[in-house]
């Protein structure tokens, strides 16, 4: 299709000034939170998420600084937010999940050029304790029993 239009394919986050810029937005969830009270574990993680809001930027792509400028559909790189069905905040919760109190949620701040493994590990360890247990209140939930031994 390139070789035919005469044209090149980027995964820069910000290709061209003035326009939405690329985005690998990654939808998250665990079983808990796709099960009744979910919402409350979104919201947790969500916490969470604020908390090393930086932490996450760094590892979420190259240039990501341009597209995240609080303009077209983005929050700004400085700032963390969140909001129920708002493309512009760094997190979106679906006006389901929260409809319903459980599903997931969307953090819509990595780039185009995001190492998807990287950014997943990053909101795996974000989300869940070292030994893999869910967080809860910024605790680890130790009820858990389905863990592999």
Known sequence: VCEEFNVYCTLDPKPKEGWNGAGCHI???????????????????????????????????????????????????NDFSFGIADRGRSVRIGRQTHANGFGYFEDRRPASNVDPY?????????????????LIHGKVDLSITDKVN
């Open 27 to 77: 939808n998250f969830s665990t079983e808990k939170m796709r099960n009744p009270g979910g919402l409350d574990l979104i919201m947790n993680a969500i916490e969470e998420f604020g908390k090393r809001h930086q932490e996450h930027i760094i590892l979420y792509g190259e240039g990501n600084e341009r597209r995240l400028s609080g303009e077209y559909e983005t929050s700004s790189i």
């Open 118 to 134: 990287v950014a997943t590990a990053k909101i795996m360890a974000t989300t869940m304790g070292e030994d893999g247990d869910e």
